[in-house]
């Protein structure tokens, strides 16, 4: 298989999107597309009391977005092939709009789910679709906006999980304008998006995504196939540390709040992962030692959950969010592996549909594997090794190796 020449980007050579305009849409979308999930966390108990939601609903309310950013992330190449990436963005924000504002009306446990799995669809289109929008439209290959993506979407969710209690204890509607705050806030995204969607869907190069079937090619490819282990292990790791890390704190005795403190810190460390790596992606000549210190921050961090849980805590909760410069390395290295706007979506496609369905797993496992041993000795032995993988995945993707060369000769 060949790839064709890389099509023309509009917004590099002075088209249809501004500087301005390109750089507002991406960092108003970056800090919608995790609130919807994050916020859910912090209300979840008054959130089942007031719906009356049994505990094995609020289980699978944890497991939501990872299923739905894997199920409904895997078909949005080729809704961009039918829409074009612009309008498919727009489609996936008026879907966050439309389930965040309405999910917080109701009183149906079914219906809430249904709303929610309908925001987080959106979500998961934006998920994929952005990294190759920013591909197609950057005069630097991605850099700065990659940049603003990246540390958007860490502020987007600790924000949402650090503000949905006070919201809804300032509020008469109490957990319902904690959470429909959210869809309110996502308007602002989409205008900008519907903005650019006017201008740009009659340009050709904004369907050229690949189809679904090109995907399968990217098995072949090794960096991808590395890069999707990467992706989607931090990404269970992130999901576990949010569902469990407070529970436990909490069983080694100390506070709720001071525990929820402590997962505030470890995403807001996170920010700057999502400022610099990538700016250090683009200046180094390996990735090497970085991924090192990730999986070797992530077993320190474990290691002293295991072994003193309540001493320094906040080392732990430190170690762990400085492990999760994973993430928005991952997501950085999308766009920084890839020459051809087309292939960055086709790699996006690939790589965050089968992480977050891995990442998905992971709370489900821990639980699982807590409740049969009556302790958290083995499930953060199995996180600690997971981080091993992590390691070895990450020095497969540290030199500068180009997904589409790999295709080409595949």
């Known amino acids: 298989m060949t790839t064709p020449p ?28 995790r609130p919807g999930a994050s916020v859910l966390g912090p209300v979840l108990a008054e959130l089942r009391a007031g719906l009356g939601m049994s505990p094995g609903t609020a289980g699978l309310m944890t497991a939501l977005p990872g299923l739905c950013f894997g199920v409904v992330g895997a078909l949005a190449v080729g809704l961009a092939r039918r829409v074009g990436m612009t309008v498919g963005i727009s489609l996936g924000l008026l879907a966050v709009v439309v389930g965040l504002v309405a999910r917080a ?12 799995a309908l925001a987080l669809g959106g979500m998961a289109v934006g998920n994929v679709l952005v990294p190759a929008w920013i591909k197609r439209h950057a005069q630097d290959g991605g850099v700065r906006l990659m940049t603003f993506y990246s540390a958007g979407l860490t502020l987007g969710g600790a924000s949402a999980a650090a503000l949905a209690a006070p919201v809804s204890g ?3 509607l109490g957990w319902r304008a904690a959470l429909g705050v959210w869809g309110v806030v996502a308007v602002a995204a989409l205008v900008p998006w519907v903005v650019i969607a006017v201008r740009e869907h009659r340009d050709p190069a904004d369907f050229r995504v690949g189809s679904t079937a090109d995907i399968g090619t990217l098995w072949r490819s090794p960096t991808a196939v590395a890069l999707t282990l990467l992706f989607g292990i931090q990404a269970m790791n992130a999901y576990v540390q949010f ?15 001071y525990a929820g403190l402590l997962v505030s810190l470890l995403t807001s460390v996170g920010i700057v992962g999502g400022l610099s790596m990538p700016t250090v992606i683009a200046r180094s000549r390996t990735l090497a030692p970085w991924m090192v210190s990730f999986g070797v921050l992530m ?3 474990y290691t002293g959950l295991l072994l003193a849980p309540a001493v320094v805590p906040w080392l732990w909760a430190t170690c762990l969010g400085l492990s999760g410069f994973a993430f928005p390395t991952a997501i950085a290295l999308i766009t920084a592996r890839t020459r051809d706007p087309r292939v960055t979506a086709r790699l996006s496609g690939f790589v965050q549909p089968l992480g ?21 000795t083995v499930a953060l032995l199995l996180l600690m090794s997971s981080a091993v993988v992590m390691t070895l995945a990450g020095l497969r993707v540290s030199t500068h190796v180009f997904v589409d060369d790999e295709i080409v000769r595949s």
């Open 6 to 33: 890389a099509a023309p980007r509009p917004g590099a050579h002075g088209g249809p999107v501004g500087v301005g305009l390109a750089l507002t849409a991406v960092v108003l979308i970056s800090v919608n597309l």
């Open 105 to 116: 009306g109701t009183g149906s446990v079914p219906v809430f789910l249904a709303l929610s």
């Open 170 to 172: 300032a509020s008469s």
């Open 356 to 376: 977050y369905t891995l990442a998905a797993a992971g709370p489900f496992a821990v639980g699982l594997v807590r409740d049969a041993t009556q302790g958290w």
């Open 243 to 257: 569902g469990w890390l407070p529970q436990i704190y909490r069983d080694a005795g100390l506070s709720a709040t």
């Open 299 to 301: 077993v320190a961090g």
